[in-house]
């Protein structure tokens, strides 16, 4: 089966260059868009950034958890928490966002006593840990660019480099849209997601650029771009179905941080093959020709 796929998508001659501004026009009105539910939603943090606390409970009854919730939100004396199963309907994970830790655990535990949860694990995270950790996140996020960065300039141009970054900086946008617009929770498990789509982004951008390098015989960029994204199409469509059938289980069958970070990693490969296919080249040779260009004026 695998044969027969690689056969006919390396006998594919798709003419991808033709639609670059139409890739460059998507792209910008969901940039756009991330821009705009940034503003009108933000990023619904979770309490690793904003301090709070974790309770795992069990039941031995089923919890049914659309009553709790609603119970949960008409008391104005708790504190904002969210809430969701873990391995069964019996056991339930809820975070808390709230830095009065006693009071707040205090007011739970009193709310919650006539369902008589067992509670199995209780953590808290204060303040200075959650300031610590948006910094760690952010420094992650940056180094890991800025080594993309250096990498590309060394292996390939610095107009590859540069569209290596923007088609990345693209990517993470788009994933940061997407926790914003479906109000997903953003916590360490999203930055872990990022980094792992940044690199997988990445790595299929490499594989392009390096069959762009390979085919400089090429003149016409139009021409240039179909024959080396069409070349490496096969690898690229194959090793992100394999990577997705293997993710779409956990994303489907399992529940709370694990089945938001499987979707997110789920949605990032299908951005990164479609930015590293529609973005990565034609910037990547957008640019170079940009540059030849000026030098020849010049």
Do not use: W
Not at 127 to 150: C, D, E, H, N, T
Not at 193 to 204: E, F, H, K, P, T
Request: neutral net charge; proline residues 2%.
């Amino acid at each position: 089966m695998r044969f027969i796929i690689s056969s006919l998508l390396d006998e594919c001659s798709f003419d991808f260059a033709r639609y670059k501004k139409v890739a460059f026009f998507i792209s910008s009105i969901l940039l756009v868009s991330t821009f705009i539910s940034l503003e009108t939603k933000g990023l619904s943090f979770g309490i690793d950034f904003t301090g709070g606390m974790v309770l795992e409970v069990y039941s031995e009854k089923s919890i049914d958890i659309t009553q709790l919730r609603d119970d949960f939100s008409q008391n104005q004396s708790l504190p904002t928490a969210s809430m969701h199963y873990l391995e069964d309907q019996n056991h339930l994970m809820i975070k808390v966002r709230s830095q009065d830790f006693q009071d707040g655990l205090a007011k739970i535990k009193a709310f919650l006593k006539p369902y008589n949860f067992r509670y199995d694990k209780i953590d808290c995270v204060g303040p200075q840990i959650s300031k610590s950790l948006i910094y760690r996140s952010g420094i992650a996020i940056v180094l890991s660019v800025l080594a993309m960065f250096v990498y590309l300039f060394f292996r390939f141009t610095p107009a590859f480099a540069l569209s290596g970054v923007l088609t990345t900086l693209h990517d993470i946008a788009l994933l940061v849209c997407l926790y914003s617009a479906c109000e997903l929770e953003f916590n360490t498990s999203s930055v872990a997601a990022v980094l792992a789509i940044v690199g997988y982004s990445i790595n299929d951008s490499v594989v392009i650029f390096d069959k762009l390098r390979e085919n400089t015989g090429i003149k016409n960029i139009t021409k240039r771009i179909n024959v080396s994204v069409n070349t490496t199409l096969s690898r690229t469509i194959l090793t992100s179905a394999t990577t997705m059938l293997a993710i779409a289980p956990v994303a489907f069958l399992s529940s709370g941080d694990i089945q938001v970070f499987s979707l997110i990693i789920l949605a990032g490969i299908a951005i990164g093959t479609y930015s590293s296919i529609f973005i990565a080249a034609p910037l990547a040779l957008l640019g170079k020709n940009a540059r030849e260009v000026t030098h020849e004026n010049a």
